[in-house]
């Protein structure tokens, strides 16, 4: 598959599914949160504002990073999930997954779903919902090109979001898709 039609799929997969308009489906037992067609509420605006590179840094709960080519989650790193669990009960959470450069562009989607899906299983064990996380793989799309060694090192990670920050709005560059890797992005769908 051509890097067009990669983005085409990312960014249709990310706009396919839009919120909840019936208001029946807030559930104040669990704090509102529920799901939509299978992902849950809150994951579209925070997923296209990472798709987008516009994280807020205030939603960021925690950055998990990984060795070359590897996706478990080391013991060196564990300290961070562990710290999370407690403080990310209730909270929907999206795990982006990132790799550098190096390789494929098929490859290092599936690394980083791996990484993502790796730092998911690990919250479980933890006591987090499944349901209340939803899986970003945006492989090298965010990569420094031509990095090598500590600036490579820091695009191979898991960056855990909480999905439901409400804090500043995208900047307006952000506010649209923005291309990736040279290719112009199609609009967001249904939104």
Known sequence: ?????????????????????????????????????????????????????????????????FGFDK???????????????????GKTLILAGYTDHVGTEEYNLGLSDRRAQSVSAYLVRLGETKSQMEVLALGESQAAQGAAGATAAKDRKVVVVDANYKGAAPSASTATARPVNGAAAPAPVGL
Not at 72 to 89: N, P, Q, T, Y
Request: hydrophobic share 40%; net charge negative; with cysteine.
């Open 71 to 89: 996706y478990a989650v080391e013991s060196g790193e564990r300290a961070k999930l562990d710290a999370l669990a407690a403080s990310a009960k």
């Open 1 to 65: 598959m051509n890097r067009l039609t990669l983005a085409f799929l990312a960014a249709l997969s990310l706009t396919a599914c839009g919120p909840a308009s019936n208001p029946s489906d807030y559930d104040a037992s669990n704090g509102g949160f529920g799901t939509t067609n299978g992902r849950p509420y809150g994951v579209e605006d925070m997923a296209r504002r990472i798709q987008n590179g516009d994280i807020p840094p205030e939603a960021i709960l925690a950055t998990v990073y």
